[in-house]
């Protein structure tokens, strides 16, 4: 299947290469187009996005490929069912659009899997409630066969491994896809090496300053520093970004973010073989219970955090609120814990709970007719494709048009070796 995929770029003109190593020599003293700082899914989409678009792309990272927030998601390419709550329709329609798109363009890297969401008396969501809301999904889908969803029959629940069944009113199924986060991040920034972008890690940003229509980047890279120049920088460093923001100069335009962490337990027991949306019984947010890779991934929590974002690590209060809602759901389940994962949510400043916040990413950019810098605050792992080429749009009103070489939305996703 991927043989077929490669070819299909193949025929495009684009060249089926594997992740180079990092050569400084050919960034030193280069010029680029854009620039972006930070290799997590969002860097890695615009570098991908611009690279498409014909321009001359440099895309730094200075950890690892996903280093950030990209490895450590629920790992879901989905709608959002519970953003609906919220009436964030766009947001949930543009995600359930994109999840569409990389079925098709990753099926290697990306799988359609049934979630199933147990209704009880207790539950704060009715039946009907429940089966409004993922009408509605179907609908934001277009009425297409992966909206579609039912409702368990009586025989189908029994066989539901260990899942408490007292007060069990209704189970409902849909369809949602899983990935790998980091994997996916690889790919799309491999995808912009093969439209020629510059790949450059470990490579950090240590400043910039704009100068004659340019903004000169002062970079490092294990210890070594070295210089290179842009039209346009664009801020992607996640968790980091006003961190990032700091060291340009002149002063540019932030926004005001809480970074709000969410835990995973990989556990490797119990193994359920189904995916699971779950409400927390103590505060009614949406967990998952998900298999992954041979083990199970229980996440996720909201718990607001300050600091340095390398430092983010899972709190046991979070591992005992993550494994409460296991043994609610599953009482005769067993937990073994093997590993915790702690990721940085960036949501723009505001009073309220975090969970019922937009997760819609925004744009910020400095003002004017020249406009070079564009920052990228928040967001999906799913909606990334989208998101990168609303930022390459923006770059563009600066930059002028290209010759394009190629189109995101038709161009499958490389495997990593
Ligand atoms: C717990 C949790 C679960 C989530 N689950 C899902 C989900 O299931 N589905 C979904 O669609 N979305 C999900 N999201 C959202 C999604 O994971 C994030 O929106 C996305 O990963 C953010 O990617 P990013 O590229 O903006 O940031 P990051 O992945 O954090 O990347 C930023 C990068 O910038 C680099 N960097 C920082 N400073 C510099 C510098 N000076 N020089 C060079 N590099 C630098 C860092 O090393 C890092 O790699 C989840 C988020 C969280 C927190």
New binding site residues.
Partial sequence: MTELLNEDNEEKGIENTSLKDLNIDNIRDQHFDITI?????????VAQAAAAAGYSTLL???????????????????G?LRYLQGGHFKLVRE?LHERELLLRLAPHLVEKNEFLVPVYKRSHYRPWQLWCGLSLYYALTGFTNNGRFRILSKSQRAALNGLDTQNLQSVFQYIDAQTD?AEL?EAVALSAQQLGAQLAC?????SASRENNKTNLKLNSNGENFSASTSILIN??????N??AK?LSPTVPTLPVEL?????LVLSAPIIDRYYYLESPSDQRAV?LLPWKGKMLL???ETAFAGD??QARALDSEEAYLLDILKHYFPDAKPVVERR??????LPKASGNPFRRS?E?VLSRNLGPTSHYIA?Y???????RATAEKVVQLAQKTLGKRQRIADTADLVLPEIN
């Fill in positions: 700082v930070g290799g997590g899914i969002h860097g890695a989409g730094l990272e200075k950890t690892g490929w996903a280093a950030g927030t990209s490895s450590k998601s629920s790992k879901l390419i989905h959002g995600s986060d991040t470990p490579v950090t940003l240590l992607c460093a996640g968790p980091w970004v961190d990032v060291t709000v962490q969410g835990t995973h998952f996440g996720t929590t974002p390398s994962m702690a990721g940085l949510r960036v997760r990413v990228v928040g967001g999906k792992l799913t909606g990334y």
